[in-house]
């Protein structure tokens, strides 16, 4: 069993993070939520990045800080698109955490990860948010510091696929996306 923190998208935290928690709690893992929106949702990308900008992304952070701060120190640190940006912030003062599961983007890895890190990626392909030329750079950086990562890429779906609630949404996609993710957990 895993103790993961589970941080949402740039729309806030929705149906599609508490469908997540759950698939990955009937699998045993103790999961948490944090909504660093307190209680505001968007509707579309643009509005997101809009709540982004009026809360502030210090504050955003700041937020999912104090959420895992009784956590145990392995926590997995698993990010929904806008979330992988929160947990790359997290890693660095989380030396001993388990495992990081990206889902929809990708995030910078600190120089100070720790060799052997487990690192699962789950991006659509082409994505805007995973530009092939920076996930090469994140395996690069991977490489570099010995991170164990992992890439999976989903060719023709949209970007947010495993929401079934977006127009984006790729269901054979997003059904191997949860597999894959629940054995990464599975093997931490």
Known sequence: MAHL?????????????????????????????PDLYAGETATTI??????????????????????????P???????????????????????DTAGVLLL???????TTARAGLP?????????????????AALEKAATGTGVDLRVFTYPGVGHFYTDASLPDHDRAAADLTWRRSLDFLRHL
């Open 5 to 33: 923190a589970l941080f949402h998208s740039v729309y806030g935290l929705r149906s599609v993070e508490r469908v997540a928690a759950d698939r990955f709690r009937a699998a045993g893992h103790e999961v948490v939520t």
């Open 46 to 71: 643009d509005r997101g990045f809009v709540l982004v900008e009026r809360i502030g992304w210090e504050v955003i952070v700041e937020r999912a800080r104090e959420a895992v701060r009784t956590m």
């Open 73 to 95: 120190a392995d926590t997995v640190l698993a990010g929904v698109s806008m979330g992988t940006g929160v947990v790359g912030d997290l890693l660095a003062d989380r030396p």
């Open 104 to 110: 929809h983007a990708i995030a910078e890895l600190p």
């Open 119 to 135: 690192v699962q990626v789950h991006v659509a392909d082409p994505d805007v948010f995973a530009p092939p030329a920076a996930v």
